[in-house]
């Protein structure tokens, strides 16, 4: 990717962060998934009283990406930090790095935005064992 393509995603996922709803911790998150069509797809951490309802980011955008019926992607993009304010990297939690692999390579680039710039990892680097079933599900 471009550094503007790499740009253009992570200020998709500020503005997702934007629009998250976290009265509880206060920690608002926005994620940017590009599918291999070139669509981007949004989320961000919408929180819950009763916590294992909170959904993040991450699921959210890869939610609606799914149900709009894409199934490959390429890149994610994600920012996040307290009362909305970037700060510095904000990685994936351990449920959604295991939702992305089922969906995306070990290869693909996430893109962590902080407040002077980003941080490139891969998807294999954040999840290096994921969890996957050995039969053929088609």
Request: net charge negative; charged share 20%.
């Amino acid at each position: 990717m471009t550094e503007m393509q790499i740009k253009s995603l992570l200020d998709a996922a500020v503005s997702a962060m934007e629009r998250a709803y976290a009265p509880y911790s206060n920690f608002h998150v926005g994620a940017a998934l590009l599918a291999r069509d070139g669509r981007i797809f949004t989320g961000c951490n919408i929180e819950n009283a009763s916590y294992p309802v909170t959904i993040c980011a991450e699921r959210a955008a890869l939610s609606s990406a799914v149900s709009a019926g894409l199934r490959e992607f390429s890149a994610i993009a994600i920012v996040g930090g307290h009362h909305g304010k970037m700060e510095d990297i904000c990685t994936p939690c351990g449920i959604c790095r295991q939702a992305l692999s089922e969906f995306c390579s070990p290869e693909t680039p996430v893109y962590l935005g902080k407040i002077d710039g980003y941080t490139t990892l891969t998807l294999g680097e954040l999840l290096p064992h994921s969890f996957h079933l050995k039969e053929d599900l088609s």
